[in-house]
């Protein structure tokens, strides 16, 4: 007793007591349903195995324990300490060479979800806003009350490196929303040479984000706005596939250079084979990671990764084991490779239980109570304040309330990335400015932008240009009279210069600094509207 693993057993019990289970008949039900020789047998001595020894079971024994038990098999993972929420945490955090889909399915929906509820007489504003001015802590909901009802219109994707096609109204590195009822009509869309949407396309070795054009023969070639072709000319549905319109961009604001120093390969045209098709597991794997642009040696090195970041060797691969991991008809014995596999690939986990034979729609819906998975609550305010009531923030007419109906979902599985993705220690609400209602940006990444994240920490702008406006950094300015201002700036001889963006219609502003205005912080990230969404 009081070892980690005799506790684990004793959980495990207590929840088959709850559904009036014990081990021995556990393992009855287990032979009954898949009989004694298949992987998803659960031996009689389980508990012994349990209380005995840290080794854990299978996937297989999990999916049996699930359709047994009717709990949700995320919620056996997690009871076994492996949290499938953090695989999508993860494989946003990971660097890409090329363009990949994240799985933005979130496992966990009871988890505990900090929410927000509007400041009392907020209206919408023209003017850039602290978001702190507008919203207050509401208590936290459950992440199935936040959910979109039915099944989601978007997908997910974050943009490699590698993928120039778009640049530089969606940048490398982004995190961008694809409306997927828009492919439909894509065909239409892409005959229409002035047409100015950027579509997430599938091809064998992957995605990429591009416009797109139809050339005299009805074939459709990519559309760049930097980058220039000399040849194109692909098959819809045979070398390439319309996903969907990209819609929104969460762009982290760092120094983008080599812009077409990487593009070489992207010309080559590639037969889309068997995405229509059924895959076994090794070619799942093997096409996953030539689609993800990675050597054993390269994914190997983010397996090392994950394995610091989860705090467990197990996820650590080898390139020699990665190679044999291709030749794989059936799951890895260890659930924490099949967790290293999805990450680094970008695999979803249900498509990685398809191809090793499972259902993930098969297993139970239920799910286990606060008891038997510990979920944090987030700390809160204002318990007792009536504004904080349970579902308020949605019936309310304004502007949190329009905000949310116009985004149509909330992408949950980004909320715990959120420090990450803006480069902010400890963020949090004081750190984000709404941005949508300035209608005459002096900067085009701020064009359709609704959010900015501020670093707090860096105050001081650089005190030169830099080569191009990509480069130079953007900051967030308050100005004497209670303005704020965000753009370029530079700091000259004493002076705060603000720079307008080349097109735009704006003279340059100077304010001696620390007088008549004052560095709030670096923009570290936008979250910004790619399509003609209207703004509040």
Request: with cysteine; glycine share 6%.
């Amino acid at each position: 007793m009081g070892f980690p693993a005799n506790r684990r057993a004793q959980q495990v019990r207590q929840i088959l007591s709850t559904r009036g289970l014990t081990f021995y008949r556990a393992s009855q039900l287990s032979v009954e349903m898949f009989g004694r020789s298949s992987a998803f047998y659960l031996p009689r001595n389980l508990y012994h195995h349990l209380a005995a020894s840290t080794a854990m079971p299978s996937i297989y024994q999990l999916f049996a324990l699930s359709r047994i038990s009717n709990y949700r098999l995320s919620d056996w993972l997690a009871v076994f300490g492996f949290d499938l929420d953090a695989m999508s945490y993860l494989q946003v955090l990971i660097p890409r060479r090329r363009t990949v889909i994240l799985n933005s399915y979130v496992y966990d929906s009871e988890a505990w979800v900090p929410w927000f509820v509007e400041q009392p007489g907020t209206a919408a504003t023209d003017a850039i806003t602290p978001l702190g001015q507008l919203l207050s802590r509401a208590r936290p909901e459950r992440a199935k009350e936040l959910l979109p009802q039915g099944k989601t219109h978007f997908l997910y994707a974050k943009v490699g490196y590698q993928d120039l096609l778009a640049f530089p109204d969606v940048a490398p590195g982004s995190i961008i929303r694809i409306d997927t009822r828009q492919a439909k009509e894509a065909s239409s869309l892409a005959k229409n040479s002035s047409d100015q949407r950027i579509f997430l396309v599938e091809h064998d070795l992957g995605f990429v984000c591009s416009r797109l054009s139809t050339l005299i023969n009805g074939r459709v070639t990519f559309r760049s706005p930097q980058i220039p072709f000399a040849e194109g000319g692909f098959t819809l549905g045979r070398d390439l596939r319309i996903l969907g319109v990209v819609d929104s961009e969460i762009l982290p604001v760092r120094h983008h250079d080599g812009t077409v120093a990487q593009f070489a390969a992207i010309q080559k045209r590639q037969r889309l084979l068997g995405n229509h098709t059924e895959m076994n597991l090794n070619q799942l794997v093997r096409r996953s990671r030539a689609r993800a642009g990675l050597s054993f040696r390269e994914a190997s090195k983010v397996t090392r990764w994950i394995a610091q970041k989860l705090a467990d060797p197990l996820y650590f691969t080898a390139p020699s084991t990665l190679s044999d991991y291709e030749t794989l008809s059936t799951a890895p014995r260890h659930i924490q490779k099949i967790f290293t596999l999805c990450i680094v690939y970008a695999i979803g986990f249900g498509d990685f239980l398809h191809a090793c034979g499972l259902s993930f729609e098969e297993t139970a819906a239920e799910p286990m109570s606060d008891e038997f998975i510990p979920r944090a609550i987030p700390p809160t305010k204002r318990e007792s304040n009536n504004a904080n009531a349970p579902g308020r923030a949605r019936r309310e007419n304004g502007f949190w309330s329009n905000l949310l109906k116009r985004w149509e979902e909330v992408p949950l599985f980004l909320r715990r990335t959120l420090g990450e993705l803006t480069r902010v220690p400890k963020f949090s609400l004081s750190d984000v400015f709404w941005v949508g209602g300035d209608r005459n940006p002096i900067h085009p990444w701020l064009e359709g932008a609704e959010f900015v994240a501020i670093n707090r920490r860096v105050r001081k702008p650089a005190s030169t240009k830099g080569t191009t406006f990509w480069e130079r950094p953007l900051y967030l300015l308050l100005t004497r009279d209670g303005r704020y201002l965000c753009g370029c700036c530079t700091l000259e001889e004493g002076f705060v210069v603000v720079h307008p963006y080349p097109d735009r219609p704006f003279a340059p502003r100077q304010f001696k600094n620390g007088t008549d205005a004052e560095i709030m912080g670096e923009v570290t990230t936008i979250l910004r509207r790619l399509d003609s969404f209207p703004r509040v």
